[in-house]
T-cell receptor
């Protein structure tokens, strides 16, 4: 079975400071991992994805994540937070080899950016 | 290029009624997915349709059903509404590569269903 745990339900940073959103996963298979962002009253947008290529994945808006198999982690980082980064972030795992069409979402981390 | 569109944006129903939600995928996408985002429960997989057929469904009762039309649009039907069905229902679409879905989903903004 697959699962994903987002270690912080709420993260608060000041504008211009680094962002770290933590995610651990569990998977019996070689997983595919994603980060999605949801701004208030909006749908979800894909930030980045890992699918067994490079372990350091760069996404949109300056975000990146590093896949660490030994730690079963896929933390999301950004060097400098911007006010527009305030949103809900979801870490997601999927096993495409089983072709279920199903993504497993974490519970989400709310990022607050203070001026 | 138009994104995934969902209608209605908001829907208010009473217990026992039926709700129908609609979704139009991005042009060229053959797969449509439905997810429920309920307060406190996170995002839960509901249904996956591809090329007109239901490929998989999540752990939801049979009163949650849907279909995909020849133009790949989809509708989700919820019968005998219960209070706990109140949620944001998100539709997503994706391309299919080599007979398998790619996992990169494009989401609509959702339909918020309120059951009174």
């Amino acid at each position: 079975a697959q699962s994903v745990t987002q270690l912080d339900s709420h993260v608060s940073v000041s504008e211009g400071t680094p962002v770290l959103l933590r995610c651990n996963y569990s998977s019996s298979y070689s997983p595919s991992l994603f980060w999605y962002v949801q701004h208030p009253n909006k749908g979800l947008q894909l930030l980045l994805k890992y699918t067994s290529a490079a372990t350091l994945v760069k996404g949109i808006n300056g975000f990146e994540a590093e896949f660490k198999k030994s730690e079963t982690s896929f933390h999301l980082t950004k060097p400098s937070a911007h006010m527009s980064d305030a949103a809900e972030y979801f870490c997601v795992v999927s096993d495409f080899s089983s072709n279920t069409g199903k993504l497993i979402f974490g519970q989400g981390t709310t990022l607050q950016v203070k001026p | 290029e138009a994104g995934v569109t969902q209608s209605p944006t908001h829907l208010i129903k009473t217990r026992g009624q039926q709700a129908t939600l609609r979704c139009s995928p991005i042009s060229g996408h053959t797969s449509v997915y439905w997810y429920q985002q309920a307060l406190g429960l996170g995002l839960q997989f509901l249904l996956w349709y591809d090329e007109g057929e239901e490929r998989n469904r999540g752990n939801f009762p049979p009163r949650f059903s849907g279909r995909q039309f020849p133009n790949y649009s989809s509708e989700l039907n919820v019968n005998a509404l219960e209070l706990e069905d109140s949620a944001l229902y998100l539709c997503a679409s994706s391309l299919k590569g080599g007979g398998r879905y790619t996992g990169e989903l494009f989401f609509g903004e959702g339909s918020r269903l309120t059951v009174l």
